[in-house]
């Protein structure tokens, strides 16, 4: 059983943040679309938001009594501002909160891990789904994308340690049910595909599917680190090279059943999910 509301889904053209509003609004729920510019989305109705903008956020939250919540890209401390967003949200009626945080962020960690903590204590309802590394981190304009298609070459520092990539779809379906089932999750969720998979295995799927060669390039932690550095801020290019360092010791070598029990359905393989991709 679904609950009716109206839903404010931040990041509403983003990777998990466009499908989930599609989702709804194809559930029937309704769903305020919140991004910078008020980008339409189909069925939904479009808000400008901007984290750092407060003056956008009243008109946001109006109406809406639930959110989905993705964080600001790329800012290393997002409670700064998010929190106050967070107690204005429920001072204008928000009781269920849905947070995206990652599977190597636990509660009380760094950047959105401060969120996470505190969310149980802000709103009624709550869940903060942790998603292990986007499959389509390969197929979209992530920079591993951009790099197997003008390159193909995979650039990490994970050795081969081993991953449960997990489908942005699955991420959407387990969002929508958090923000709509009857009952909140009330906890977090590790969310991951069916497999680990190293980037070596990424890169033999993806050639074998492709048919165009695609290797793995292992780079050290530092010059990972620089590379990054060289593209965003040092605070946010070192907790990159971390996670790829943890990733290398074995931190994300686990798979869950979270997007079957939530779902129904079994989640999407990285060989499905390319398949898929090819044949758009």
Same mark, same amino acid.
């Given at each position: ?167 942005? #779809? ?81 931190? #994300? ?28």
């Amino acid at each position: 059983m679904t609950t009716a509301g109206t839903s404010l889904v931040i990041g509403a053209t983003g990777t998990t943040g466009s499908r989930t509003a599609a989702r709804l609004t194809a559930a029937g729920h309704r769903v305020k679309a919140a991004s910078r510019h008020a980008t339409p989305v189909p069925g939904a109705e479009p808000v400008p938001f901007d984290w750092y903008a407060p003056a956008t956020h009243a008109a946001a939250l109006d109406g809406a009594d639930r959110v989905y919540l993705i964080p600001p890209l790329g800012d290393s401390d997002p409670a700064t501002v998010m929190l106050p967003f967070l107690r204005h949200a429920r001072s204008a009626g928000v009781y269920r909160a849905v947070l995206l945080s990652s599977s190597a962020i636990p509660k009380g960690g760094p950047a959105v891990g401060a969120v996470h903590e505190a969310l149980p204590g802000l709103f009624e309802q709550w869940a903060v789904l942790r998603p292990s590394w986007f499959m389509q981190n390969f197929t979209g304009t992530h920079a591993h994308a951009v790099s197997i298609r003008e390159d193909g070459v995979i650039r990490t520092a994970t050795g081969s340690g081993r991953v449960g990539f997990v489908d942005a #779809e699955d991420i959407a379906a387990v969002a929508v049910h958090a923000l709509t089932d009857e009952h909140a999750p009330d906890t977090d969720l590790v969310l991951t595909g069916p497999e680990a998979l190293s980037y070596d295995d990424i890169a033999a799927i993806t050639t074998e599917v492709t048919g165009r060669p695609v290797v793995h390039r292992r780079l050290s932690y530092e010059h990972m680190r620089d590379q990054l550095t060289a593209l965003i801020p040092v605070e946010f290019a070192t907790m990159l090279a971390d996670m790829d360092r943890a990733i290398a010791e074995g931190a #994300e070598n686990r798979v869950t059943d979270t997007v079957r029990r939530l779902t129904g359905r079994p989640a999407l393989s990285f060989r499905a999910h390319l398949e898929r991709e090819t044949r758009c």
